[in-house]
């Protein structure tokens, strides 16, 4: 159900929105008012998540195909504007989190895989959609990460396409407000998707324990606490912020060693997410061919 107004007649796409914080940034999008284009895989769970917002009586389609493929990125952003008209935001939200090694072991293909899903698909997206933003005076918001901001041990090329990110859409923010369009970063914390469960990741429980006692408030976030800065940002209540990281983190930038464990009970209770778990863990955590 439609139950705000703060997307009302925008039109969304979101990437890497069938599953973890894509999926609850797209479902946020339908319920204040926008009509979403959910892109994805095709093996990811894209369909479900459009059956399901349109369950809700809110507007959403599909797309799937390999986002970080020009010809694909432009086909997603020609089907958003042929059935809903225009295209007033891009979430650059797609990742993977393939492999955890110390350098010495890391595989190549695994750094090669993040360049292609972590950042090609951000440039390729962006560039295919500015021509459309450039109409609406619309706004893109790209994945950043704490990693991007401090670096994460085992995963270091990951934290790097992180920073890249960052400085790409701060470079964009500058250039793009010629057109009247703005641009901006959410950089996740820990959060509750697959990526951060030894059981759905490539991380181990000793990795896990340890990011949860990183962050002063104890526990990972939700995918919908992210979704909801996410909405911000690319409302127009935002209509001044351009260039900005905003961090959705759990403190974890701004602590230092094992905080985690004096955490008040208050903040550290994992809140129930509202996607169903297994389906939040159904993400995209390995190479695929
Ligand atoms: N989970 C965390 O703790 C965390 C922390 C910081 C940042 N992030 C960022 O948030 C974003 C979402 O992460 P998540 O945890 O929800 O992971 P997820 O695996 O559940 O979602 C990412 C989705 O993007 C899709 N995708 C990746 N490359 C694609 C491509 N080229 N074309 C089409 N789809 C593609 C994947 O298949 C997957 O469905 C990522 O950019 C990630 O870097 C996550």
């Given at each position: 159900m439609i139950t705000g107004n703060r997307l009302k007649d925008k039109v969304a796409i979101v990437t890497g929105?069938?599953?973890g914080i894509g999926e609850a940034i797209c479902k946020k999008f339908a319920q204040e008012g926008a009509s979403v284009v959910?892109?994805?895989?095709?093996?990811?769970p894209v369909e479900k998540v459009v059956k399901e917002i349109q369950k809700e009586g809110e507007v959403a389609l599909g797309y799937t195909g390999d986002l970080s493929v020009m010809g694909e990125a432009e086909s997603c952003v020609k089907l958003a504007v042929r059935e809903f008209?225009?295209?007033d935001i891009l979430i650059n939200n797609a990742g993977v989190f393939p492999e955890v090694n110390m350098l010495q072991d890391y595989s190549e293909e695994a750094f090669d895989y993040m360049v292609k899903n972590n950042l090609r698909s951000a440039f390729v997206m962006s560039k295919a959609a500015l021509p459309e933003l450039h109409k609406t005076k619309g706004n893109i918001v790209s994945a950043g990460s704490e990693a991007g901001k401090i670096g994460i041990a085992q995963n270091a090329p990951y934290g790097g396409t992180k920073g890249f990110m960052h400085a790409f859409m701060k470079g964009l923010a500058v250039e793009q407000a010629q057109f009247g369009v703005r641009c901006n970063l959410v950089g996740p914390g820990p959060?509750?998707?697959?990526?951060?469960?030894a059981s759905t990741g490539p991380m181990d429980s000793k990795m896990v324990k340890t990011m949860k006692e990183a962050t002063p408030m104890g526990r990972r976030g939700t995918p919908e606490e992210v979704a909801n800065v996410y909405l911000f940002l690319a409302s127009?209540?935002?209509?001044?912020?351009?260039g900005a990281l905003y961090m959705v983190d759990g403190g974890i930038t701004v602590a230092k060693g094992?905080?985690?464990?004096?955490?008040d009970s208050s903040m550290k209770d994992q809140p129930d997410g509202e996607l169903e778990l297994k389906h939040s863990k159904d993400g995209h955590t390995e190479i695929r061919n």
């Open positions: 929105g069938g599953s959910v892109a994805g895989f095709p093996e990811d008209g225009k295209l959060i509750d998707t697959a990526w951060t469960h127009d209540e935002a209509s001044y912020v351009t094992g905080v985690g464990s004096q955490a």
